[in-house]
Structures are given as C-alpha cells and as structure tokens.
C-alpha cells in the first residue's frame, strides 16, 4: 500500500527552507505513530531537512536523481527512480505500509500510485517556500475527519483527514 502523509497549511504551504515552518507536536506524534515499523519515502532534500537521519524503528529510502548519492546512514536505502520504489513497495510484507514523505516534487510524481491520502490540515496561514503540489482529488473520497485539539503545545486549529482512492 502507497500512502501519501503530509501537514500542509490553508494555502497549501508544507515548507520553509527544507523544514517544517510551524511546530505542532500532536501532528508530530500522529506522523511517528503511523510510520512507525514501516517505510518512508522522502527526495533528497527532505532528508537533508531533516538532518541526514534516518527514524528510528523505520525503513527510510531516499529517492534522488544523484547515482552517486551516499546517505551516510546504513538504515537508509538510496534509489534513483520511481519504478524502483513501485517494485520495493510490492515486495513488502502485508500490513506494512509504504510512505510518501515529501518533498513538493516526490508527492507529484507518486500522485498515480497513491492508495491512501493523510493530510494534516492547519488552519492558518504561514510564510514558506515549498507548497503541496496541486492534485487531483476528484480520485478519492474523504473518509474521516478528526479535528486535533488546539492547546498551549499545540497552537493552531487543525484537523487530521483520511482520503481512500476511489476505482
């Protein structure tokens, strides 16, 4: 299963300078949660985003078109081509789940392959440089909303929404 997971503002913002231009640790916590023991997928600069680190307790690959990128991390998986993905995707286990991760280009490029949409949506509006990449929806069906609960460590109204592709 090829699922996309992101936090994206009202404006469709996901970035500034290669991290995330809010701090929201529910959202955080939700990502951890359901990546946990499965796979992500991110481009280059995600990962350089987010120190050249691997999660733990994840398979992390990074998809670049450098053949000569080296990640420094022997968790990580390097791999220069969408097809690769496609074929890793189909050999992981059942119940495991491969996730896109980002960046604006690698959501756009997998947007065919999607089975399962996870947005965080939050409500305000900020200043980045990197924006979800327009897409088509009419493919999928909203499922579920569940609005987060906005406190001191969680400042914003957001809310969490489920889209399941439609065939």
């Known amino acids: 299963m090829l699922v996309a997971i ?6 469709n913002l996901i970035g500034k ?4 231009p ?13 990546t946990r023991y499965n796979t992500l997928v991110m481009g280059r600069k995600t990962y350089e985003g987010m120190g050249k680190k691997a ?20 968790n ?3 791999m220069n081509s969408v097809e690769k993905v496609l074929k890793y995707a189909k050999q992981v286990e059942d119940g ?7 960046g604006a280009h690698i959501y756009k490029i997998f947007e065919p392959y999607f089975d399962r949409l996870l947005r965080t949506l939050i409500h ?14 009419s493919a999928f ?11 001191d460590k969680n400042p914003y109204d957001y809310e969490f929404e489920t889209f399941i592709r439609q065939d």
């Open 141 to 151: 069906k909203k499922v579920k909303t569940q609005v987060g609960i906005k406190n």
């Open 55 to 74: 999660l733990s307790k994840r398979q992390t690959i990074v998809l670049t078109k450098d053949v000569n990128y080296n990640s420094c991390d022997q």
């Open 124 to 137: 305000y509006s900020f200043i980045g440089d990197a924006y979800f990449p327009v897409f088509d929806y």
């Open 17 to 20: 300078n290669g991290r995330l």
């Open 22 to 34: 809010w701090h929201l640790p529910e959202d955080l916590h939700r990502f951890k949660f359901l």
């Open 76 to 78: 990580v998986l390097v």
């Open 96 to 102: 495991k789940i491969v996730y896109i991760a980002g």
């Open 6 to 11: 992101w936090a994206q503002d009202e404006n």
